[in-house]
């Protein structure tokens, strides 16, 4: 069973370049969240869609935006990109868990390189 | 209020000794914290996670100690391996949200 699944791995853009980043979920899971994790640092959300929808948004410019798709996929997309925004950008499929909690799975990323 | 602190940043333990890694959140509307285990490379994985309503939740060497008055947790790797070296990410949220606060990582060698 394929788990989630991000493209691509890595990719190096200069500053005020755009970028779009892409995100499949695990098969029958309906949520996509995009966490950006800077090096040596934990995961920071960024954004939260369910059935297509924006559900939640972290304390992002509006640099950062994303969409879902109708299979649930889904792309981060960042414009006029900045030396800070160098990073790995995870997405994480959810399924809600035994008692309530959203268990939130992880892809291996895509790192991002601006210079 | 919406941080979580994670201590300490780096951990060296001899094969077979206990791993020990601790959290504080200030959040108490946090129910669900979860801790994940990262290799280089890779995106974290969910390792154990507990709820408030227990003090202690055991799954293998993990064990998840909670203190809900200290607003403080950790995590017990026993008989901690070498294939244990990673980075290891404590995390508190909200049921219903996806929207997790982490820790800063701590860095865990276990020596052979």
């Known amino acids: 069973d394929a788990g989630v699944t991000q493209s691509p791995t890595h990719l190096i853009k200069t500053r005020g370049q755009h970028v779009t980043l892409r995100c499949s979920p695990i098969s029958g899971h309906k949520s996509v969240s995009w966490y950006q994790q800077v090096l040596g640092q934990g995961p920071q959300f960024i954004f939260q869609?369910?059935?297509?929808?924006?559900?939640g948004r972290g304390n992002f410019p509006d640099r950062f935006s994303a969409r879902q798709f109708p299979n649930y996929s889904s792309e981060l997309n960042v414009n006029a990109l900045l030396l800070g925004d160098s990073a790995l950008y995870l997405c994480a499929s959810s399924f809600r868990g035994a008692g309530g909690a959203n268990v939130l799975t992880f892809g291996a990323g895509s790192r991002l390189t601006v210079l | 209020q919406q941080q979580v602190k994670q201590s300490p940043q780096s951990l060296i333990v001899q094969k077979g000794g206990i791993s020990i890694i601790n959290c504080a959140y200030e959040?108490?509307?946090?129910?669900?914290f979860p801790w994940y285990q990262q290799f280089p490379g890779k995106g974290p994985a969910l390792l154990i996670a507990i709820r408030p309503d227990v003090s202690e939740k055991k799954e293998g060497r993990f064990t998840i100690s909670f203190n809900k008055s200290a607003k403080q947790f950790s995590l017990h790797i026993m008989d901690s391996q070498p294939g244990d070296s990673a980075t290891y990410f404590c995390a508190g949220g909200t049921s219903g949200t996806y929207k997790y606060i982490f820790g800063t990582g701590t860095r865990l060698k276990v020596l052979a």
């Open positions: 959040n108490t509307a946090f129910d669900y």
């Open positions: 869609y369910y059935e297509k929808e924006e559900r």
